[in-house]
């Protein structure tokens, strides 16, 4: 499914478990998020400020989580623009084929854990805006 609008990107609270001695967050394929995962990868050692991303994917589905720290994702789908912050370990950000994607503003020591539909394929990846509209048919 090719997502239409920012708005077919949704917010996951993830089931948390534990007490003053800490939590632990567990994701399960095709339970707690709607694909199964085929890659993980994460951000780090991003300068505080910073932005990354700043792509559309054609198949892939994403959901990224913030493991430590903050960070905003600006989404875009050649019509509307939505801002969304990440700034809590149990609650992630699943973002569909067809949207434009972009991690902004970092905190300083912010980890994106990126959980992804498919291995890594360049050809997936819609790097140009402008092509970006085009493959929407804008």
């Given at each position: 499914m090719i997502a239409q609008t920012v708005f077919d990107c949704t917010l996951i609270y993830l089931n948390q478990i534990g007490d003053r001695n800490g939590h632990i967050t567990a994701v399960n394929n095709d339970e707690a998020i709607p694909f199964a995962?085929?890659?993980?990868?994460?951000?780090?050692?991003?300068?505080?400020?910073?932005?990354?991303?700043?792509?559309?994917?054609?198949?892939?589905?994403?959901?990224?989580?913030?493991?430590?720290?903050?960070?905003?994702?600006?989404?875009?789908d050649g019509k509307t623009q939505r801002q969304v912050m990440?700034?809590?370990?149990?609650?992630?950000?699943?973002?569909?084929?067809?949207?434009?994607?972009?991690?902004?503003?970092?905190?300083?020591?912010?980890?994106?854990?990126?959980m992804a539909s498919h291995t890594y394929a360049e050809g997936d990846y819609i790097r140009d805006y402008d092509e970006y509209l085009k493959f929407k048919g804008l």
């Open positions: 995962v085929n890659r993980v990868f994460y951000l780090y050692d991003i300068p505080g400020g910073e932005s990354r991303g700043a792509h559309a994917h054609k198949e892939c589905h994403q959901f990224l989580v913030a493991a430590s720290g903050a960070y905003e994702i600006l989404l875009n990440l700034n809590r370990p149990n609650v992630g950000l699943h973002i569909p084929p067809g949207i434009w994607a972009s991690e902004i503003n970092f905190s300083s020591g912010s980890i994106c854990l990126v």
